[in-house]
């Protein structure tokens, strides 16, 4: 490991996410990680005060933007990948598995104009592809098993890994999403706590059990010793058991249908009609046999 970054978490309570801005503290440079465009499924509203908190910590901080990243296309929030590009002009990115994610949705949504060749983002990394963030090493682990498409972003001391770790007393991710698989999380898992020990880790979601206040900040060591699933799993086969009972249980996330078409886009919003707003297209039946909320 290169280097320890300075790592500032965002918590949106809406969604249970967590975004993040990683910064060299000797170049001011950094990276926003997972940031949340704000979306009211009741009104069909969109603001940006959750990209807006990241822009101004940044502004306050006299850090520079080099890179906005995603760690996957995200089923519970929208992305505000676009949104921070346009008022930042920083490259976004996310990993090149994307387009399989695309391919699958774009079959769902029956949306033959979608470009699915990940062209939406202006960089793809590929397993184990190296980026800086200012004088900080950075490299990717393709991380599937929540979707076929998610990344772990290593950078210095650090490891942004989303949905596969979450804190160690609320286990692992969900793997029934569509292109989802229990047994490639498990592969998945197994990389990352293969890091050094120390490596502090960082999810991309709480939901704080208990009520206690929301976290996500652990390390490999602690995970290792007290997760609640891996603890109880010494096998795939037993984990891949726990996970698929568990998954059976849960409902679809509210905002999976409204999300993924923005989110395998990069973050865009669709196009205006001819009178000038813009729809989300939900398709009926397309999750069919999940539980209902």
Same mark, same amino acid.
């Given at each position: 490991?290169?280097?320890?970054?300075?790592?500032?978490?965002?918590?949106?309570?809406?969604?249970?996410?967590?975004?993040?801005?990683?910064?060299? #503290?000797?170049?001011?440079?950094?990276? !926003?990680?997972?940031?949340?465009? &704000?979306?009211? /499924?009741?009104?069909?509203?969109?603001?940006?005060?959750?990209? &807006?908190? *990241?822009?101004?910590?940044?502004?306050?901080? =006299?850090?520079?933007?080099?890179?906005? *990243?995603? $760690?996957?296309?995200?089923?519970?929030?929208?992305?505000? @990948?676009?949104? !921070?590009?346009?008022?930042?002009?920083?490259?976004?990115?996310?990993?090149?598995?994307?387009?399989?994610?695309?391919? *699958?949705?774009?079959?769902?949504?029956?949306?033959?104009?979608?470009?699915?060749?990940?062209?939406? %983002?202006?960089?793809?990394?590929?397993?184990?592809?190296?980026?800086?963030?200012?004088?900080?090493?950075?490299?990717?682990?393709?991380?599937?098993?929540?979707?076929?498409?998610?990344?772990?972003?290593?950078?210095? &001391?650090? @490891?942004?890994?989303?949905?596969? *770790?979450?804190?160690?007393?609320?286990? $692992?991710?969900?793997?029934?999403?569509?292109?989802?698989?229990?047994?490639?999380?498990?592969?998945?898992?197994?990389?990352?706590?293969?890091? +050094?020990?120390?490596?502090? !880790?960082?999810?991309?979601?709480?939901?704080? #059990? =208990?009520?206690? /206040? +929301?976290?996500?900040?652990?390390?490999? @060591?602690?995970?290792?010793?007290?997760?609640?699933?891996?603890?109880?799993?010494?096998?795939?086969? /037993?984990?891949?058991?726990?996970? /698929?009972?568990?998954?059976? $249980?849960?409902?679809?996330?509210?905002?999976?249908?409204?999300?993924?078409?923005?989110?395998?886009?990069?973050?865009? !919003?669709?196009? +205006?009609?001819?009178? =000038?707003?813009?729809?989300?297209?939900? +398709?009926?039946?397309?999750?069919?046999?999940?539980? %209902? =909320?």
């Amino acid at each position: 490991m290169t280097g320890k970054p300075d790592v500032t978490g965002f918590y949106d309570p809406r969604t249970f996410s967590i975004q993040y801005v990683v910064a060299d #503290p000797a170049t001011k440079k950094c990276a !926003l990680i997972d940031p949340v465009l &704000d979306y009211d /499924e009741k009104s069909g509203s969109v603001k940006t005060e959750n990209a &807006d908190r *990241l822009l101004a910590f940044v502004a306050e901080n =006299g850090l520079s933007i080099e890179w906005i *990243l995603d $760690t996957h296309p995200h089923a519970d929030h929208f992305s505000a @990948a676009q949104y !921070l590009k346009s008022k930042t002009g920083a490259p976004t990115a996310i990993g090149a598995q994307v387009v399989e994610v695309q391919k *699958l949705w774009k079959e769902i949504y029956n949306w033959p104009d979608l470009a699915a060749d990940g062209s939406q %983002w202006d960089k793809l990394f590929t397993e184990g592809e190296a980026f800086n963030i200012g004088e900080l090493k950075g490299r990717v682990l393709f991380s599937p098993g929540h979707t076929l498409a998610s990344i772990s972003y290593v950078i210095g &001391d650090a @490891a942004f890994i989303h949905d596969t *770790l979450f804190m160690p007393d609320s286990g $692992t991710a969900r793997c029934d999403f569509p292109g989802g698989s229990a047994s490639r999380l498990w592969n998945s898992m197994q990389q990352i706590l293969s890091l +050094p020990d120390e490596t502090r !880790l960082f999810t991309g979601h709480d939901y704080q #059990p =208990g009520g206690r /206040e +929301p976290l996500w900040e652990s390390t490999v @060591a602690e995970q290792k010793a007290t997760n609640s699933h891996i603890s109880k799993c010494a096998t795939e086969a /037993e984990f891949v058991a726990v996970r /698929e009972a568990r998954d059976a $249980t849960l409902p679809m996330p509210k905002l999976i249908l409204h999300a993924l078409q923005v989110n395998i886009r990069g973050g865009r !919003l669709p196009e +205006p009609e001819a009178n =000038g707003t813009a729809y989300l297209k939900i +398709p009926l039946g397309a999750l069919s046999g999940a539980v %209902w =909320g």
